[in-house]
C-alpha cells in the first residue's frame, strides 16, 4: 500500500458526512446528559456557541428517558448571519466551556474525535450492507459490520496510539486478518492460571497445535534456554512493536521474555478492539490481549495481578447459574475464560502503584468461544447489532423482527426474557450485576427470534454489590461496596438507558413499534419477573423498577473531564457523574 492510499478513505465528501454524523450524536447525548440546552424556535432547536456567536440549528423527536432523535440532514451552522459548514473540531472548540473541557484534557480529546471521524469515514467507503442481507450474514460479518460504536460515547473510536497503517491492520471495521505474536516469559515473572481440570501443557498444545508448540520449543532450545523454565504468552502486534519492545527491553535482553514469531491461525479483531475470534478455527478460545492505547477513557491493558483470579471468577459464576433454576430457564450461558498468564515486571511494580497502565502491558485471558454451543438453526450476533442502523435508516433489529415473522411485542418479550430476565434475577436474587452493554452480550438467534443470551467479559465486569457476601478466597474481588440508592442503576442505567433508549427509538422512528408498546412489555416482563420469584418480594420493593424517576448518570461527562481515566479503578460507583433525574419509562405502567 502506498502512503497517499493508506488515506485514501479521506476525501472531502466522506468526511463532510463523518462530521455530519458526528455532530448529530453530540447534540443528542450532550443534551440528553445536559451539557447543552436546546432553546425551541419555531419547528427547530437551536444551541449556541459558548460566546453566543454561532449557533447550531436542527430538528429533532424528543423521546422518552429524554432521547433526543436529532435529523443529521436538518443541522446546520450559522456564524454573523452566514452559514458555515459542520467542522466537529470546531463545534467542541466553540463549546468548551458548556462541555467542561479544560486545556488539557481539549487537545487530547480533539485528537480521539479525529480518529472517529476517520474511522468514520473508512467505514463509509464498505459496501453498503442491508440491515436485512447482514443479518442473514455469519457471526463475524455482522461484529465486523458494526458502524457505530458505543451508542453513548461521542468520542467511541479514538483508538490513541494507532497509526493508519495499524488501524487498518487492527480495527474490527477492517475485517484485517491477525496473527498474534507469541512471547516465553520466563515462570520466575509469569504466572499462568486456569479453570479446574485445565493444565498448562495440554490447554497451549490444543491451541496451538502440537507443530507450533514444538516450533516454539526448538527455537528457544537453539538459544540455549529450556522450554521448560518458560509460559507462552500470545501478545497483539501492536503491542510487541510498540510497548514491549522498547518498554520491557530489559526483559528481553535479560531473556527473562524471548519473542517466538508469529502462531499459525488468524484472527478477527472483536469490537473491544483488544478481543480476538479465532477464524482460522472458530471452535477455538477468543484470545484477550494487552493493549496500551487510549479507547474510550480508559487505556486497554490487563492486569496480570486480575488475570490470576480470572478462571476461578469464571468458574465461581458458571456454577451459579447451573445451580439457579431461574437463569437455567432463561437459557442464559456464560462464556468462561478459561485461562489466564500475566507477566509480572518487577521495577514497573516497584515504581508504581496497582492501577498504573505500566502493571497492565503484558498479559493475556482465553475466553470460549459460542461458537460450539450452537444447535442445529441457530445462529450468533453480537447485541450491539440491534442498535446498527444501515444508510437507509433501517435497523437490524428491526430486520430481525421481519424475519422472525412475530408481532414485534412478541419478538421484543422473547429477546427480554432472554437477556433482561437473567439481570433482574441476578441483581435481585444475588445482588450480582454485570456490565451488560451490546458488546459484552451475544444473542443466540433462530430465525431472527433471540432464543437465548450469553454473557460474556465477566472477571473484570461483574459485581457483587454487598461487602459481606460470603464468597470463595479467589472470588472476593468482586465485592464491591455500592450506597443504596445507586444499586439498582446497574439496571436504570446501564440497560434502560445505555441500551433500550436506543432500541425503542430505531423502532418507533421506523414505525416497527411505538414507544409505549416498547415500554409497556418491559414493564411486563419485569412484573412477570416479580409475580414468578415471590420470595424476592421484599428486594422488589426495596429495590422498586417501577419508582417514577431515577439519576441521571452521564457517561461523556466522564469522558470529558478526563478521557485518559474516566473512572477511579479504587471507586467506581464514587466517579459517577449524576445530573438530575430522568423519569422511568416504566412507571406506572
Excluded at 84 to 94: G, M, R, S, T, V
Excluded at 180 to 190: G, P, T
Excluded at 475 to 490: F, H, T
Excluded at 573 to 582: F, P, R
Amino acid at each position: 500500500m502506498s502512503l497517499a492510499d493508506a488515506v485514501a478513505h479521506l476525501s472531502p465528501e466522506r468526511w463532510e458526512q463523518a462530521n455530519r454524523l458526528l455532530i448529530r450524536k453530540a447534540l443528542a447525548e450532550f443534551a440528553h446528559e445536559c451539557l447543552i440546552t436546546p432553546e425551541a424556535d419555531g419547528e427547530e432547536y437551536v444551541v449556541r456557541s459558548d460566546d453566543g456567536l454561532t449557533s447550531y440549528r436542527f430538528t429533532a423527536v424528543r423521546r422518552a428517558l429524554d432521547h433526543w432523535q436529532v435529523d443529521p440532514e436538518s443541522i446546520t451552522r450559522h456564524r454573523d448571519g452566514e452559514r458555515l459548514p459542520l467542522a466537529a473540531l470546531d463545534f467542541f472548540i466553540e463549546l468548551r466551556e458548556s462541555l467542561g473541557l479544560s486545556d488539557e484534557i481539549l487537545p487530547v480529546y480533539l485528537e480521539e474525535i479525529s480518529s472517529t471521524l476517520s474511522g468514520t469515514c473508512y467505514k463509509l467507503t464498505k459496501p453498503r450492507v442491508t440491515s436485512a442481507e447482514l443479518v442473514a450474514s455469519g457471526f463475524q460479518a455482522i461484529e465486523t459490520g458494526m458502524t457505530e460504536g458505543h451508542p453513548c460515547f461521542v468520542a467511541n473510536n479514538g483508538r490513541l496510539g494507532f497509526g493508519i497503517h495499524e488501524y487498518l491492520s487492527y480495527a474490527p471495521e477492517t475485517a484485517s486478518p491477525v496473527r498474534l505474536v507469541w512471547l516465553a516469559a520466563h515462570r520466575s515473572r509469569a504466572a499462568f492460571t486456569a479453570g479446574v481440570g485445565i493444565g498448562y501443557e495440554e490447554f497451549i498444545r490444543q491451541e496451538l497445535g502440537a507443530d507450533t508448540v514444538e516450533r516454539f520449543a526448538g527455537t528457544l532450545a537453539g538459544q540455549g534456554l529450556d522450554p521448560a523454565d518458560y509460559l507462552l504468552i500470545p501478545v497483539h502486534p501492536w503491542q510487541w512493536w510498540n510497548k514491549l519492545s522498547v518498554t520491557f527491553a530489559a526483559e528481553v535482553a535479560r531473556r527473562h521474555l524471548v519473542c517466538l514469531g508469529e502462531g499459525d491461525d488468524e484472527y478477527l479483531a472483536q469490537q473491544s478492539i483488544r478481543t480476538f475470534f479465532n477464524s482460522s478455527a472458530p471452535h477455538k478460545h477468543y484470545v484477550k490481549t494487552a493493549l496500551s492505547v487510549i479507547n474510550m477513557g480508559f487505556m486497554r491493558g490487563l492486569s496480570a495481578a486480575y488475570m490470576e483470579a480470572t478462571p476461578a471468577i469464571n468458574d465461581w459464576l458458571a456454577q451459579l447459574i447451573e445451580n439457579d433454576p431461574v437463569l437455567k430457564a432463561t437459557g442464559l450461558s456464560i462464556i468462561r475464560e478459561r485461562a489466564a498468564v500475566g507477566y509480572r515486571h518487577q521495577e514497573y511494580e516497584r515504581a508504581t502503584d496497582r492501577y498504573s497502565p505500566y502493571r497492565k502491558m503484558l498479559a493475556a485471558l482465553w475466553r470460549e468461544s459460542p461458537v460450539p454451543s450452537l444447535e442445529d438453526g441457530e445462529s450468533l450476533a453480537t447485541m450491539a447489532s440491534l442498535l446498527h442502523v444501515d444508510h437507509a435508516g433501517a435497523s437490524f433489529a428491526g430486520a430481525l423482527i421481519e424475519r422472525s415473522g412475530l408481532a414485534p411485542t412478541e419478538w421484543l418479550r422473547r429477546y427480554l426474557r432472554a437477556y433482561y430476565t437473567p439481570l433482574l434475577h441476578s441483581f435481585y436474587a444475588y445482588d450480582l450485576v454485570f456490565m451488560p452493554h451490546g458488546e459484552n452480550v451475544v444473542l443466540v438467534l433462530e430465525d431472527g427470534v433471540v432464543r437465548r443470551a450469553v454473557y460474556k467479559d465477566i472477571a473484570e465486569e461483574i459485581a457483587v454489590m454487598d461487602p459481606d457476601a460470603v464468597l470463595p478466597p479467589e472470588v472476593r474481588r468482586i465485592a464491591v461496596e455500592v450506597p443504596e440508592d445507586k444499586k439498582l442503576l446497574s439496571i436504570f442505567t446501564d440497560v434502560f438507558d445505555c441500551f433500550f433508549r436506543f432500541l425503542a427509538a430505531h423502532l418507533a422512528a421506523e414505525g416497527i413499534l411505538a414507544e409505549d408498546g416498547f415500554w409497556r412489555t418491559v414493564a411486563e416482563v419485569t412484573r412477570e419477573y416479580q409475580h414468578a420469584n415471590p420470595e424476592l418480594a421484599d428486594g422488589f420493593r426495596r429495590y422498586d423498577l417501577f419508582a417514577p424517576e431515577f439519576a441521571r448518570s452521564c457517561l461523556n461527562r466522564l469522558q470529558l473531564r478526563d478521557n485518559r481515566q474516566m473512572v477511579d479503578l479504587a471507586d467506581p460507583s464514587g466517579a459517577l457523574q449524576l445530573v438530575g433525574t430522568l423519569e422511568n419509562p416504566i412507571a406506572g405502567l
